[in-house]
Structures are given as structure tokens and as C-alpha cells.
């Protein structure tokens, strides 16, 4: 019979209704109250310090034990979420970009959110990019519009295909120096022209999360810029982790035995190397099942999103909870 590790992947949590942006692809603060209830009934639920635990000292952890972990840093953390961790007695992972905490700009996955949920017509998008493309064909050889719309526009779990196209595009696909331009100035056309004010209001401050760690919340890594770290070189990487390190150690967190949370859930065997030659412990990834304390790699723990369990106090154990019941 098996054991197994519940963890749960959280990003935007806020009252959806009410905000500027009701498009988000994000989850009310009411159904995150609604879920903590139902975790509590079927699981028990860990903190990062526990899993830091068993993963380095082989201490055990409780029958059904569930990790909360959110990403990216968002205000809505502290504003929605700390509150009710708080009331409940519950302990939470935050994994903040420390760029964006630390230099006010918005990251560009959020920039791209921001502007597909300010644009009810995707469609107008996805043309922008068309045209930015023709425009910049020759100086990036760039394939046809057409060869990356069939390469890429593929609907997933989350995301009808103009959305899984334009995020692909503006995420990785395109050159650096291109997709940067491109979602900046989509930025600045439907959202906002005061970038740091728009930031200061999305994500943490450094005070807010100390705040967090103060209360039991574990501080984790989730890169400095929030890269595709898997297409860096490994100096890229050692650089990007080493940022992110010292971000830790100015909030006082512990650096010795810390864990990484990968952006975009992206790692290659280079990244692994350069996060274990530095102590980490344990690395969450996106791969969507859960996680097996007997046979999985402590640095390629898997999760699931929040939408893979009830928003429902009361509901009956899902799939995913009856598998943590019956051990297999």
C-alpha cells in the first residue's frame, strides 16, 4: 500500500466578481474558504517545514498529509489567503519571483494574463502577434504564422486554443528580445502605462512576507525573473538560482535547506544539478498527479491545481482524494 503526498498548486485567489479583472483565470476567495473546508475534513495538512523534514531526516508525516502551496507572489496571498490559513492553524508555501518584489516590474506571464483577460475578443490578439511576426520575419528567421499557429495553437486542460497559442508565443516560442516588446506594448495598449504602480498593487511587498515566515509560512525559491529555466544554459541557471538565494537570505529564510518551486513547472537534469549543489531539498514541479513518498525524486515533486479538488465544504472525496484513501 502506498503513501501518498497531496500537493496543491494555487496562483490568483481574490474576489473575482468584484475586481477589475472578473476574466482572470483565478479562483474566488469564497471557493478557497469552501476548499480549506473540504481539505480539512479528508486530509491533514502539512507545512513546508514538515516536508523539509521527512525529506532530509526521514521524519514521518501524518495519514493523508496535503502540502498548500501558492505562486508568484501575489498580494492576493496575504490579503485573501493568510487570513484563513491564519484562522484555521494552517501553514502554507509562498514561492515569489524575486524580481518582481524586489524591482516593481510586472513579470511578463502576468503581463500576458492581464492583457488576455482585459480582451474579450481573442482573436485581436492573436492577429497582433500575426503582425508582429510578418514585421519581424527576416531579422529573427521566424517561421510562417501559419507553421506556429499549427505548432502551437492546441487547447489544454485550462486554456481554449487562442489563449494556449498567444501565452506559448509570448512565454517561450519567440525570441527574447521580440516577445518582450510584443507583450510590453500589448501591456501598455489594454492594461497599463504605470507599470510600477500596477505592480506594487499585484504582488507582495518584503514586509508582507516576512510577515508570512513570522506566522509558520515557508519562503520558497521560484527563480528571480521567473524564467523558462529549462532554456537557459547552465550559467544562466547557477545565476538565476543564486539571485533567488540571496532574496531568501534577505528575508531571513534558510537557505540551507530550502525548496524550489520551478516556473512553469520547467527543469532540465543542468537545472538539477545546480539546485541540489545547493542545498535544496525538495523541487515542485507542475506534472499533475500525486506525489509518491516511496518512489518519486524529492526534487520532482508533482501537484495538482486547485481545480483538481471540490470548491464544495461538504462534497464527497473526489478521485484524487479517494486514491489518498485507499493507498494506491
Known sequence: MQSFLTIVMYHYVRDLRHSRYPNINGLSKDDFEKQIQYIKRHYNVISGQELIATTVDGVPLPERPLLLTFDDGYKDHFTNVFPILDREHLRGCFFPPAKCILEHEVLDVNKIHFVLASTPEKRTIVEYIFKKIAENQSRYKLLTSTAYWEKLAKPNRFDPAEVSFCKRMLQDELPLELRQSITDELFSRYVATDEGSFSRELYMSVD???????????IGSHGYDHFWLNSLSTEQQE??????????RSLGADDGRWIMCYPYGAYNESLLSVVKSRNCVAGLTTEVRLASLERDNALLLPRLDTNDLPRHSN????EWTLKVIKGG
Open 208 to 218: 508582507q512576507i516576512q510577515v508570512l515566515q513570522r506566522h509558520g509560512m515557508l
Open 315 to 318: 462534497a464527497d472525496a473526489n
Open 239 to 248: 545565476r538565476e538560482i543564486d539571485r533567488s538565494l540571496m532574496f531568501l
